[in-house]
């Protein structure tokens, strides 16, 4: 097949062409710069497999100098702003980002593989509304004033609270420019400074963002990009003892290196990591709603999704009719290339990703479980995986127990609601758990004992900036979004005065 260079792509805008023709550099210190070893990294396009530019890769030297930058930014500038100077410049990094909606969501689409038109609806607005939500948040940051319990001489205490100093997110590649402002919104309105290192598979719109960063008005240093590999320059960032935080999206594996790499200076750890996340549709459940929120709860983004609805437990009475529903959606689904704007399901992120996902399947076979439909890659250019099914897993199964991070499924019924909470929880996650049923009490029960830090009743993957999401267990540590995202930037200190 005849592979298109992806920057004459006539599905790209004008703008989006503009921006990839620009040199690919690093963002440090308010100034657009190589990598210091010189060094550079293709980007591919996951539907074809082509080369979409190279950027510049980020070594230990260039972290360095980033980490001394956001210092300076941090100790010169920002930390002593006006809160309402903070705002301000987040304000209209959000109105950048609307402004720019369109070339963002096809650079996102190209570099991901994701849909176009969910990039258009949800991965960039979202981004927008994070920098905005947070924006309001820089000015509304407090202490409490406590009373001592031990004292009866009259004491005035209180708590305030400061930014932690320099922070650095690390992300992954599945939704790179939304996961890019959970990292950095709630940091800025902190007072903290930053530093992204996005997905060595996804670094294109981190690098749009940071130029809509230099535009917006930051004081130089504010905001650092720096695109590399995970095991140097995120390896370099973790272990960094001038980093005074990491906020890490990804895998539970780097989530654990990345939190032994902290120890050294006890920099403060954020982690968001993988899930199995269990979806239970009962008897009495609205199934029109239910069917199709089920099968997009695994097939959506290609099941590259951290709180994706992999195990699906249906009540014995209507386990046949979910599956038919389900499995027509997975049939009917289009998979394609996220440019056209018809596409529903992108190809996987990489060869890595598809061959992964693919021997999961032929290892889930061998265990014994059927593959009810999909269960194969398409085609043999770009990464592009059928909408999966598997019935007939047990709980000891490797598809049932780890993080597939694909469009599978595996599909049971249950025939007993006592047993669901074990059932539920038979799991190291414990990020997201999604319950269908019209029985209220029952539904109050379950939320109480399912371990998962996001629970959906008769809903799936309701997220909204003023909602804290994080997981449980080996999903990770603490929570983004909303009031406990921001604070997660801070630290506390108790300030007591005799009067
Ligand atoms: P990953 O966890 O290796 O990558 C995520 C980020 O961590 C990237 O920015 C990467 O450069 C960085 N990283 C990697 N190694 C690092 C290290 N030693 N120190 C510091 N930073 C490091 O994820 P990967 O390898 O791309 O995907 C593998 C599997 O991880 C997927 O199949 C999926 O199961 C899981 N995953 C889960 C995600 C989630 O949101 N739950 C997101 C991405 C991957
Ligand atoms: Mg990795």
């Known amino acids: 097949m005849n592979v298109m260079t992806p920057i004459s792509d006539e599905r790209l805008s004008a703008a989006a062409k503009a921006f990839l023709e620009r040199p690919k550099q690093l963002f440090i210190g308010g100034r657009f710069v190589d990598a210091a070893e010189g060094k550079r990294f293709a980007t591919e396009d996951p539907a074809t497999g082509a080369t979409i530019t190279e950027v510049a890769e980020a070594g230990a030297a260039d972290v360095d100098a980033a980490v001394q930058a956001a210092r300076r930014a941090f100790e010169d500038t920002w930390r002593d702003m006006a809160p309402a100077g903070r705002a301000g410049p987040m304000f209209k990094l959000a109105d950048l980002v609307g402004q720019h909606l369109e070339e963002l969501a096809e650079l996102e689409a ?48 209180y708590t305030a609270r400061q930014p932690l100093g320099v922070a650095a997110g690390i992300i992954p590649w599945n939704y790179p420019f939304a996961q890019a402002s959970f990292k950095i919104a709630p940091a800025l309105a902190a007072g903290c400074t930053v530093l992204l290192k996005p997905a060595e598979q996804t670094p294109l719109t981190a690098l749009r963002l940071a130029e809509l960063v230099a535009e917006a008005g930051f004081p130089d240093g504010v905001v650092n990009v720096l695109t590399g590999f995970g095991e140097t320059a ?81 009540e014995k009475p209507v386990f046949d009719k979910v599956m038919a529903g389900i499995e027509e959606v997975a049939r009917s689904l289009k998979v394609g290339p996220g440019l056209d704007p018809d596409t529903e399901i992108g190809p996987l992120m990489s060869r890595d990703q598809l061959e992964r996902v693919t021997s999961y399947v032929t290892k889930g076979r061998e265990d014994g479980a059927e593959v009810a439909v999909g269960g ?123 009067l």
Not at 255 to 277: F, H
Request: aromatic fraction near 10%; include cysteine.
């Open 110 to 157: 190209l570099d991901t593989g994701k849909p176009v038109a969910m990039a258009r609806a949800l991965d960039i607005p979202f981004a927008a509304e994070i920098y905005r939500y947070y924006a309001g948040w820089a000015t509304k940051l407090e202490g409490r004033s406590y009373n001592l319990a031990l004292q009866g001489d009259p004491y005035h205490c």
């Open 234 to 314: 995120g390896a370099a960032i973790s272990a960094h003892d001038g980093v005074d935080k990491v906020s890490f999206t990804g895998s539970t594996e780097v989530g654990k290196i990345i939190a032994r790499a902290a120890t050294g200076n006890l920099k403060r750890v954020t982690l968001e990591l993988g899930g199995k996340s269990p979806n239970i549709i009962f008897a009495d459940a609205d199934l029109d709603q239910a069917i199709p929120a089920a099968a997009m709860a695994i097939f959506g983004n290609t099941g590259q999704v951290c709180n994706a609805g992999s195990r699906l437990y249906v």
């Open 376 to 498: 194969s890659a398409i085609g043999e250019t770009g990464y592009f995986m059928q909408p999966t099914v598997l019935t007939g897993t047990r709980p000891d199964m490797a598809v049932h127990r780890e993080e597939i991070f694909g469009p599978v499924l595996c599909a049971m019924s249950f025939d007993d609601s006592d047993d669901i909470p074990a059932v539920a929880n038979d799991t190291r996650f414990g990020l997201a758990a999604s319950i269908w049923t019209r029985d209220l009490s029952r539904a109050h029960r379950l939320a109480r004992s399912i371990n998962a830090g996001a629970i959906w009743i008769n809903c799936f993957g309701v997220f909204d900036p003023n909602l804290p999401f994080g997981g449980m267990r080996e999903s990770g540590w603490g929570r983004e979004m909303a009031r406990e995202g921001v604070e997660g930037f801070t630290e506390e200190k108790a300030v007591t005065i005799r």
